[in-house]
């Protein structure tokens, strides 16, 4: 089990990234969760198996196709025991 702790920037408020963020991690077991940060960037803390976790991370590069991520800075962070992903407020 891994996790990590990732600021995400570019145009990723106002074009459904925190649900596709939610709908990614699911699909992938991912748990966590993704808000949005009042300085227009994104934050996620995700935990996972390895591979899936690299998976997830490479979607979330890629971003919604009305998103455009410009850097995605990730950090390794200790896992919390999550038991969903979500999206907070």
Same mark, same amino acid.
């Given at each position: ?6 600021? #995400?920037?570019? /145009? ?11 709908? !990614?991690? /699911? ?10 940060? $009042?300085?227009?960037? *994104?934050?996620? *803390? ?5 591979? !899936?976790?690299?998976? @997830?991370?490479?979607? #979330?590069?890629?971003? $919604?196709?009305? +998103?455009? #991520? ?5 950090? $390794?962070?200790? $896992?919390? +025991? @999550?038991?969903? @992903?979500?999206?907070?407020?």
């Amino acid at each position: 089990m891994k996790a990590c702790h990732c600021i #995400v920037e570019g /145009r990723v408020q106002g074009v459904g990234f925190r649900y596709f963020t939610e709908r !990614a991690a /699911r699909r992938l077991g991912i748990r966590g969760w993704v808000r949005n940060l $009042p300085t227009g960037e *994104v934050e996620i *803390v995700a935990e996972g198996e390895d591979g !899936a976790l690299e998976s @997830f991370l490479e979607e #979330v590069r890629r971003g $919604p196709s009305y +998103g455009r #991520v410009t850097a995605l800075k990730s950090s $390794p962070a200790d $896992p919390a +025991g @999550f038991s969903d @992903f979500e999206t907070r407020i």
